[in-house]
């Protein structure tokens, strides 16, 4: 399948252009990936676009690591979710690789663990399972989607089939 150029809604100026952006920046965080698609979308010439992504650099409209920095805070606090799910999302948003990794350098192991914990909690109730095994597939599954690593998963998991008193799976379920 080949890329499709985006289409444009009507083509903006540069002036037109940064005047949108301030008013969307001044809103919410945005990044300058977010920028650049954006101009795009709206039909601005590639030289212009570098000058508008200046200009609000310069004016603090958009900071990446400030971006960064509200993106993980919301992330792990209200949708929980884990390192490499966040770094995807911030990779796909343009943030660059030494942001990213400071910003994450600042998440704290144990609070992970908690909140993939409580993840998992509220998540049992949900599952449908006919045994342990099962149970626990499903909930290494969901962990794993919400981006944490296979180590906490395992850990995680194994803590909480044994808060809930699941009687774990059979060997000769695997053979």
């Excluded at 990936?33 to 200009?55: P, S, Y």
């Excluded at 660059?96 to 409580?118: A, C, F, G, M, Y």
Aim: aromatic residues 6%.
């Amino acid at each position: 399948m080949l890329p499709t150029k985006p289409k444009i809604k009507r083509a903006k100026t540069a002036d037109e252009a940064l005047a949108s952006l301030m008013r969307l920046c001044a809103r919410a965080e945005r990044s300058s990936g977010d920028a650049i698609r954006l101009m795009r979308g709206w039909g601005v010439a590639e030289a212009e676009q570098a000058g508008v992504l200046q200009r609000l650099l310069r004016e603090r409209f958009i900071d990446d690591r400030r971006y960064a920095e509200a993106f993980v805070r919301e992330k792990c606090g209200l949708s929980a979710w884990g390192h490499y799910k966040i770094l995807a999302a911030l990779k796909r948003k343009g943030i660059s690789d030494t942001i990213i990794n400071d910003v994450l350098s600042t998440l704290s192991p144990e609070e992970n663990k908690s909140r993939l914990t409580e993840k998992l909690q509220r998540k049992i109730k949900s599952v449908k399972y006919d045994n342990a095994y099962q149970l626990k597939t499903k909930l290494i599954r969901y962990a794993l989607s919400l981006g944490f690593t296979m180590s906490e998963v395992m850990e995680s998991v194994d803590e909480i089939i044994k808060q809930n008193d699941i009687k774990e799976c059979d060997e000769e379920i695997f053979f």
